[in-house]
């Protein structure tokens, strides 16, 4: 199973597997990928301009045959999977980091697998359908339900990389058809793993969440992680020194270059008694409907009385704006729709001078870019993100951490809160409507600002930024 892979895993964690972590690595892996054998031959591939972010080009398969012609650099290539929208969001927040960066000379591309029309892609496409399911489940059921799957989630040994690597092998078509000088950062472990395995030897990692666990990093890739706990973990788990490096969170650049400004406005607001702005985003796998929903109707008071204004982003889950719908409904609070990028764009503009019509704006789309956009745009708008401790946890704003999906999130929580800028995990709507009291009646949400301020003058922030600027120094010491 192993003997032509690119990279040996076992010698990246310490040795190989005993009798019983074999067996399980393999059938794990046939359940994966059934008796299919990899394939290496990579698809050919054109760019074109994205219609959503200038200057970005994307990349997708060229159905006649032929990759499109070559830049006077090999470009930057932000590789990511479209599995949830955390690792879709780390990738842009990524490139709007190559984007307008006068030391880069190179053209950012964005490299999804899922763009590649293949039969690699529906293998992916498979797998997440199965993970976003257990979300759900875990999320409306609670119970052991949710402890089984909170288990399963933190769980990442040795095996798990060995199996994740494996299943990569399969993926090494996806990327067969870039220029093997390219540096490759890739936001899903997946893309990673798949690029060391195709060759390619500028591949940087950017390792998610603040929980360690082998699956997040990769065998002959630097890998990137947020915060220092995690990079201690790291260490001590084996991972050599030489293949990890402490960066700072993955943050989009009009989030940081934004910080002194935004936490400026926040501040205001809450001395001249304007309504706390609340937004309160679905995740890609939409999860969580029962607290969220529980939680708009806990939180209908305040939105009557003019206390608090409700930002909420069903994003490209129609079964969550139906429940939006239909929980504001039922509690009397009227609300205006937002549905397209055109909106979400005009709506933020407004907000830096003016109050919404309405207390409750509802935020859905067809579109799944902008589902994913919309809380970004919407941070600097907002006064607290009500999320669940994901990608979410480490931005630059005041959080309140809301009841998780799976327990290796918890940590990400614990990070928000020993910098300042969030609460620990909020597991009950009511201890989140108090929380939410706290904004309104305390200094808090002046404090958390203070907090983002201080990090970001030591570059709390910077990991995108950090992210690209390593890119491109290998790829002028590797020439």
Request: glycine content about 8%; overall charge neutral.
């Amino acid at each position: 199973m192993i003997k032509n892979n690119g990279v040996s895993v076992d010698d990246f964690v310490g040795g190989p597997p005993n009798a019983a972590s074999a067996l399980k690595s393999w059938f794990l892996t046939r359940l994966n990928v059934g008796s299919r054998v990899a394939k290496k031959e990579g698809y050919p591939l054109k760019t074109e301009d994205s219609d959503k972010v200038t200057g970005l080009k994307v990349t997708s398969r060229n159905e006649n045959g032929a990759n499109s012609s070559g830049t006077a650099k090999p470009p930057v290539v932000v590789g990511t999977i479209r599995m949830g929208f955390g690792h879709h969001r780390i990738a842009y927040a990524t490139t709007s980091w190559g984007l307008g960066n006068s030391d880069n000379d190179r053209e950012t591309w964005f490299h999804d697998f899922l763009n590649i029309d293949s039969e690699e892609a529906q293998m992916i496409k498979d797998m997440d359908k199965l993970y976003s399911k257990g979300s759900r489940l875990a999320s409306e059921l609670g119970g052991p339900v949710e402890k089984f799957w909170g288990s399963m989630t933190k769980s990442g040994d040795e095996d798990s990389l060995r199996m994740t690597y494996q299943f990569s092998e399969h993926m090494i078509p996806l990327l067969n058809g870039l220029d093997k000088n390219s540096p490759i950062i890739a936001s899903h472990c997946m893309v990673a793993c798949a690029a060391v395995a195709a060759g390619f030897k500028n591949v940087i990692n950017l390792v998610i969440d603040n929980h360690a666990q082998w699956f997040v990093v990769v065998p002959g890739a630097l890998n990137l992680v947020q915060g220092p706990s995690n990079y201690h973990e790291f260490l001590k788990m084996g991972v050599p020194e030489k293949d990890l490096a402490l960066a700072g969170h993955w943050i989009p650049r009009d989030l940081v270059e934004g910080i002194p400004e935004t936490c400026a406005r926040r501040i205001a607001r809450r001395k001249a008694g304007k309504p706390l702005r609340i937004i309160i985003p679905v995740g890609g796998a939409g999860a969580q409907r029962k607290f969220i929903v529980n939680l708009v109707g806990a939180l209908s008071g305040l939105v009557k009385e003019g206390k608090v204004q409700l930002f909420l982003n069903a994003a490209d889950h129609e079964h969550m704006k139906t429940a939006f719908v239909g929980a504001l409904e039922s509690n009397g609070m009227d609300y205006d729709n937002v549905v397209d990028m055109k909106g979400v764009q005009a709506f933020k503009k407004k907000m830096m001078t003016e109050e919404p019509s309405k207390n409750v704006t509802l935020f859905s789309y067809d579109d799944y870019f902008t589902a994913v956009a919309t809380t970004d745009i919407l941070c600097n708008v907002a006064d607290v993100l009500a999320c669940k401790p994901s990608e979410l946890a480490f931005y630059p704003i005041p959080k309140l951490m809301i009841r998780r999906v799976g327990d290796h999130e918890a940590y990400s929580a614990l990070r928000a809160s020993e910098l300042g800028d969030g609460t620990l995990e909020i597991r009950e709507v009511p201890l989140a409507v108090k929380y939410v009291k706290l904004f309104l009646d305390t200094n808090l949400l002046e404090v958390m600002c203070k907090s983002i301020e201080d990090n970001n003058k030591i570059g709390i922030y910077d990991g995108c930024k950090n992210a690209m600027r390593l890119a491109l120094e290998r790829a002028e010491q590797m020439k």
